[in-house]
RNA sequence: GUGGCCGUAGCUCAGUUGGUUAGAGCGCCAGGUUGUGGCCCUGGAGGUCGGGGGUUCGAGUCCCCUCGGUCACCCCA
């Protein structure tokens, strides 16, 4: 019964994200609707939930995320359901379901879950921004999704993301490799740390990928992919290295980069914020995989696609102090002290009028209404006293620059928040440090 | 799943070898200012000391359990 009495609580590695944080993520949105709209990308809403096995066929039943980390559950008819752990399987079974021409080019915004223990940058439910460009195998196309994945992180501000690109082959060429990695392996196995002598012979790729020093040393001469990619999968890549270069988007090619879904063939890449000294500073990544539409029941299509975790960006953004967000101000804030009807008339007119307004209740004294005023940044008040009253007029105060209140008929009223709207710079409540305007145009990019 | 650290007001924290009615700053409310916010002053509200059990004359302080938070490993956004 004690139980009971504690208050409640999100779960654990969720978040609540309320006013002024949430205006920062519709900015976020926005902007990433902005760029990739730009390129042709449409937004599509999936289920938040799938049939397990869209996620086991698509991820793979081998990988951490679905061997260990899915919200599954059973539902009433005692169908097998789960939470989407990541966004590309749940698009890639919508183009399936409904084969839209190719190249079919969309973008998404979803919350994803992962029962994992939360941690600095990482949590059970956590919301992605990605795309997903179905239909084609052509290296531009990496090069145009990598692109953008770029623009977006360069656009918000970040002055310092890390990409590295790596290619896992394919069908051709990657399954002798893998054969030729193991049988390296396989003799230096003691060496290996206890969890990779373990899964060597399983997804041999993963010891590479290892931070483990004695791994490290062990793999320091193993055999690399990149030594390995057939002729098609090579000249892939180099066009996608061209590409980037051509479009100065900076990057390293990394031939440990492993990523933890099955489906990925010939492109990956990963965006690391270093300034995000916590150990998760993964902000983004994705990879092509020609043979998952297959996988899902349709016809042989290649894709590829991104995404980006809203939350680690954001983190990574704080730790440069970059995309700062200015909620939009209220133009004015009605103080009524002669019983409430003024304000409740007048806030209705100023907003029926497309202004922004608010006002106090309860009654309360003109200097507590007038410091709710001050305390929610509105641009004036519009204030009303007995002697307004009995004049038919309004008192406007300007709150944010520092001049004369004036005295205006009621009629007035909107004109006059209007124009003070227009010519008062805003200033958001509880602004703290460095105020910027609340429309993005500039950004400077620096590229190393 | 494994491990470290931490749970005292809305927030950030103090709380001396266990010892009377548990404190501060900020925030909030009210007043100083019977018509005017930001600064200042005064007062006030607000605490199951995460929860349960134990030791003790006495527990915020010690012990056990439990719940929660946090960081790290694994892996990932």
Same mark, same amino acid.
């Given at each position: 019964?004690?139980?009971?009495?504690?208050?409640?609580?999100?779960?654990?590695?969720?978040?609540?994200?309320?006013?002024?944080?949430?205006?920062?993520?519709?900015?976020?949105?926005?902007?990433?609707?902005?760029?990739?709209?730009?390129?042709?990308?449409?937004?599509?809403?999936?289920?938040?939930?799938?049939?397990?096995?869209?996620?086991?066929?698509?991820?793979?039943?081998?990988?951490?995320?679905?061997?260990?980390?899915?919200?599954?559950? !059973?539902?009433?008819?005692?169908?097998?359901?789960?939470?989407?752990?990541?966004?590309?399987?749940?698009?890639?079974?919508?183009?399936?379901?409904?084969?839209?021409?190719?190249?079919?080019?969309?973008?998404?915004?979803?919350?994803?879950?992962?029962? !994992?223990?939360?941690?600095?940058?990482?949590?059970?439910?956590?919301?992605?921004?990605?795309?997903?460009?179905?239909?084609?195998?052509?290296?531009?196309?990496?090069?145009?999704?990598?692109?953008?994945?770029?623009?977006?992180?360069?656009?918000?501000?970040?002055?310092?993301?890390?990409?590295?690109?790596?290619?896992?082959?394919?069908?051709?060429?990657?399954?002798?490799?893998?054969?030729?990695?193991?049988?390296?392996?396989?003799?230096?196995?003691?060496?290996?740390?206890? $969890?990779?002598?373990?899964?060597?012979?399983?997804?041999?790729?993963?010891?590479?990928?290892?931070?483990?020093?004695?791994?490290?040393?062990?793999?320091?001469?193993?055999?690399?992919?990149?030594?390995?990619?057939?002729?098609?999968?090579?000249?892939?890549?180099?066009?996608?290295? $061209?590409?980037?270069?051509?479009?100065?988007?900076?990057?390293?090619?990394?031939?440990?980069?492993?990523?933890?879904?099955?489906?990925?063939?010939?492109?990956?890449?990963?965006?690391?914020?270093?300034?995000?000294?916590?150990?998760?500073?993964?902000?983004?990544?994705?990879?092509?995989?020609?043979?998952?539409?297959?996988?899902?029941?349709?016809?042989?299509?290649?894709?590829?696609?991104?995404?980006?975790?809203?939350?680690?960006?954001?983190?990574?953004?704080?730790?440069?102090?970059?995309?700062?967000?200015?909620?939009?101000?209220?133009?004015?804030?009605?103080?009524?002290?002669?019983?409430?009807?003024?304000?409740?008339?007048?806030?209705?007119?100023?907003?029926?009028?497309?202004?922004?307004?608010?006002?106090?209740?309860?009654?309360?004294?003109?200097?507590?209404?007038?410091k709710a005023a001050d305390r929610s940044g509105a641009r004036c008040a519009v204030i009303v006293g007995p002697d307004e009253l009995a004049a038919g007029e309004v008192a406007i105060r300007p709150l944010r620059v520092d001049e004369e209140q004036v005295s205006v008929p009621l009629d007035a009223v909107v004109d006059?928040?209007?124009?003070?709207?227009?010519?008062?710079?805003?200033?958001?409540?509880?602004?703290?440090?460095?105020?910027?305007?609340?429309?993005?145009?500039?950004?400077?990019?620096?590229?190393?």
């Amino acid at each position: 019964m004690a139980d009971d009495l504690q208050p409640a609580r999100a779960p654990g590695g969720t978040r609540d994200v309320l006013f002024p944080e949430s205006a920062r993520w519709e900015a976020l949105v926005a902007r990433f609707a902005a760029v990739v709209e730009a390129a042709g990308y449409g937004l599509a809403h999936t289920p938040i939930f799938e049939e397990t096995r869209v996620f086991r066929r698509g991820i793979g039943a081998g990988s951490d995320v679905v061997g260990k980390e899915m919200y599954e559950f !059973e539902d009433r008819g005692g169908r097998s359901l789960a939470l989407r752990p990541e966004g590309t399987a749940p698009l890639v079974r919508a183009f399936v379901q409904h084969r839209p021409p190719v190249p079919w080019k969309a973008w998404y915004v979803t919350p994803a879950f992962r029962y !994992e223990r939360p941690q600095a940058g990482r949590y059970r439910q956590h919301h992605q921004l990605g795309v997903e460009a179905i239909g084609t195998g052509d290296a531009d196309l990496d090069v145009e999704v990598i692109a953008l994945a770029h623009d977006l992180l360069a656009g918000v501000g970040l002055s310092r993301v890390d990409l590295k690109v790596h290619s896992m082959g394919d069908p051709t060429c990657r399954p002798a490799y893998l054969e030729e990695l193991r049988a390296y392996l396989r003799p230096r196995r003691a060496e290996l740390c206890a $969890e990779h002598a373990e899964r060597l012979e399983a997804n041999p790729l993963r010891v590479l990928d290892c931070k483990r020093p004695e791994c490290r040393a062990v793999t320091a001469e193993a055999p690399r992919m990149l030594d390995h990619l057939c002729e098609a999968c090579r000249r892939h890549f180099d066009r996608v290295r $061209e590409g980037l270069a051509a479009l100065d988007v900076p990057f390293a090619v990394d031939d440990r980069l492993v990523r933890g879904f099955d489906y990925y063939t010939r492109t990956t890449f990963e965006f690391t914020a270093p300034s995000l000294d916590a150990a998760q500073n993964g902000v983004g990544g994705g990879g092509r995989y020609d043979g998952l539409v297959e996988v899902m029941g349709g016809p042989p299509t290649p894709g590829i696609g991104f995404g980006i975790g809203i939350e680690r960006l954001l983190l990574a953004c704080d730790a440069e102090q970059a995309f700062v967000v200015e909620p939009p101000a209220l133009d004015a804030f009605v103080v009524d002290v002669v019983g409430g009807a003024t304000a409740r008339d007048l806030t209705a007119r100023l907003r029926r009028s497309g202004l922004r307004a608010d006002r106090a209740f309860d009654g309360r004294s003109m200097r507590s209404q007038l410091k709710a005023a001050d305390r929610s940044g509105a641009r004036c008040a519009v204030i009303v006293g007995p002697d307004e009253l009995a004049a038919g007029e309004v008192a406007i105060r300007p709150l944010r620059v520092d001049e004369e209140q004036v005295s205006v008929p009621l009629d007035a009223v909107v004109d006059a928040v209007r124009q003070r709207a227009a010519k008062t710079p805003q200033r958001a409540p509880d602004a703290s440090g460095t105020a910027e305007d609340e429309h993005e145009d500039e950004h400077e990019e620096e590229n190393p």
